[in-house]
């Protein structure tokens, strides 16, 4: 980490000896007010700081939240009923390899260009895979498992509550903290195509004008907001499944 | 059925054949376990054990005959896992997202409470928990692990594994539980302090006879060590496919039957047995179940008359 703070002042120090007026890597005076530029208010009396962390944080939270809601409660019908899965499995598998980010043009067409838009497009990607997941998982579960339960007088209900619920939960949040990535890359394609406000907007716009000094901060927040939703969720995990190892099987 | 049949009834095995495609696994086997017995369940590799254990369980149905349990107080068909048989695996044995004691509580919760009464009657569930941990934690401290009870089985040895595995089924007081070579992966020590363990459990059945009640606890224990089989079983029943099948007319093997049940000796849990007393008794069972070269009558040594 500080090696790269120290590598960057190096070359952009280099940089701007021979062109001092060189905005591509940004001097940490430069940077500074670049990020002067985001905090205080423009013309229009609005903060892009504040703009662009609600827009895009409220996208990725519905989105999210939509998509793990549905992604768990498909995967755990398809894992738990029978004739559900052999409906879902094939459609849901197939899903999960289309790539989405070149899916985008149908959300367009579907959705629009506004909330609903970023909402269907994340939820829909991180649906297939973390339903797949779960489902997996389900599968995965020794069958002893689950008619030990009925021989202490489990219904079939309790059997998917108190046992393969609460033995899938914690590699169902392994695979929310993996899908964060995918919904973060989503969600800031579109808004870099459609977005009139929102980090992926703000990115485009000021790398258009070479506005290094704003792009390079907005990168480092984005990667640090992901590492923060990331350390939550396992902070969550290690909170609802103390016994959880992920080294053993 | 009287209730003086019920008092005694285990389990019931009638006419039960079993094969998969060509494989002839089981053929017209009968098995009458009465309440209270420990039936010690031996037999050559393969023979069928496990399958037997899992047409109980009800996990694998038998293709002809019937095994019955008293379900809720009336004979009833096995055909499906329930709360009338209990069963300890060699893996498998807990639920790694449970510490050993909501381990052990667990069947109490399930069987006892609805999904209803503990989701939106909180306080009452809260309540209930707190009666089944406690009462969970009565039967840990009977089977030595007092001191270990919110460890999860990750955080435990194999032997405290099975202990607790044990427990677990053992609380429910089923009308039979099943151990399928519970002590297969244990060293020597631990298997014996197993077996104590065990024999503590049938010393609690012949009081309560003696006190004329039903015994709490039936079970049918399967095991490689003919040692452990005289020792914790009360009766032991070899199932083999090596008996003379041609005197029945059939041109191949049709599969393993009982080709021994007789009596064991029963021992106190405080009571190291002399094996070598007991040299007859295994050398009988290594012929009659496990010698292929010897093929005698299947009911010769079938001793049905009562054992108590
Ligand atoms: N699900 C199955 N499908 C096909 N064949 C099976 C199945 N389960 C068991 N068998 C066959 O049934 C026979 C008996 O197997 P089983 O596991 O019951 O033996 P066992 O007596 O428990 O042996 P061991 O003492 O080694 O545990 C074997 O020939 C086995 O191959
Ligand atoms: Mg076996």
Redesign the pocket.
């Known amino acids: 980490m500080l090696l790269l703070l120290v590598g960057y002042t190096w070359v952009s120090h280099r940089q701007h000896q021979v062109n001092p007026d060189d905005t591509t890597i940004p001097s940490w005076s430069q940077m500074y007010k670049g990020v002067e530029k985001f905090i205080q208010p423009d013309q229009k009396e609005e903060r892009w700081i504040v703009e662009d962390s609600i827009a895009t944080g409220r996208r990725l939270f519905f989105g999210l939240g939509l998509g793990v809601v549905f992604g768990f409660t498909i995967g755990m019908m398809m894992g738990c009923i029978t004739p559900i899965e052999a409906f879902l499995q094939p459609p849901i598998s197939l899903l999960a390899k289309v790539p989405q980010t070149a899916a985008l043009a149908v959300y367009f067409v579907f959705f629009g260009t506004g909330m609903e838009m970023y909402v269907a497009m994340i939820a829909f990607g991180i649906i297939p895979a973390l339903a797949v997941t779960v489902y997996l998982a389900i599968k995965d579960l020794p069958s002893e498992m689950l008619d030990k339960a009925y021989t202490l007088g489990a219904s079939h209900f309790e059997v998917a509550t108190e046992v393969v619920f609460k033995q899938v939960l914690p590699k169902f949040i392994d695979a929310v903290r993996l899908a964060i990535g995918p919904a973060i890359v989503f969600l800031i394609a579109a808004e870099m195509v459609v977005g009139d406000v929102g980090f992926g907007y703000r990115i485009r716009l000021q790398f258009k004008l070479t506005n290094m000094n704003v792009v390079y901060p907005y990168l480092v927040m984005l990667a640090f907001f992901g590492f923060a939703l990331d350390y939550c969720l396992r902070f969550l995990q290690a909170k609802l499944c103390p016994w959880y190892q992920r080294d053993s099987k | 059925m009287t209730a003086v049949e019920q008092h005694n009834f285990g389990l019931h095995c009638r006419e039960v054949s079993?094969w998969?495609?060509d494989?002839k696994?089981?053929f017209d086997l009968n098995l009458k376990v009465d309440a209270g017995q420990f039936v010690a369940l031996v037999?050559?590799?393969?023979?069928?054990?496990?399958?037997?254990?899992?047409a109980i369980l009800g996990t694998?149905l038998p293709q002809e005959g019937e095994i019955l349990t008293l379900q809720n107080g009336r004979l009833a068909n096995a055909d499906r896992p329930g709360r009338d048989r209990g069963i300890v695996y060699q893996k498998y044995s807990l639920y790694p997202f449970l510490t050993a004691l909501d381990n052990v509580a667990l069947g109490l919760k399930l069987d006892q409470t609805t999904t209803m009464f503990r989701w939106f009657n909180w306080s009452g569930w809260a309540k209930k928990q707190k009666e089944f941990r406690d009462r969970a934690a009565v039967f840990l401290d009977k089977v030595g692990l007092g001191q270990a009870m919110h460890l999860y089985p990750s955080q435990m040895s194999g032997g405290m594994q099975q202990r607790v595995a044990i427990a677990q089924a053992l609380i429910m007081e089923p009308e039979i539980i099943l151990l399928?070579?519970p002590f297969g992966a244990l060293d020597e020590a631990t298997r014996e302090e197993l077996q104590e363990m065990l024999l503590q459990f049938y010393e609690e059945n012949k009081e309560a006879m003696a006190e004329g009640k039903k015994p709490p606890y039936t079970l049918i224990i399967?095991t490689?060590e003919l040692n452990e089989a005289i020792r914790v079983g009360d009766r032991l029943v070899g199932?083999s496919q090596y008996w003379d099948w041609k005197v029945d007319g059939h041109q191949r093997s049709p599969g393993?039957t009982v080709v021994y049940d007789k009596p064991a000796p029963v021992f106190r849990s405080d009571e190291r047995p002399d094996y070598e007393m007991f040299a007859d008794i295994r050398h009988e069972i290594r012929q009659v179940v496990y010698n292929p070269e010897v093929l005698q009558q299947r009911d010769e040594h079938v001793n049905l008359s009562p054992t108590r």
Do not use: I, M, Q, Y
């Open positions: 079993h998969f495609g494989n696994v089981l037999g050559p590799s393969g023979c069928g054990k496990s399958t037997l254990l899992r694998d399928d070579e399967v490689h199932l393993a």
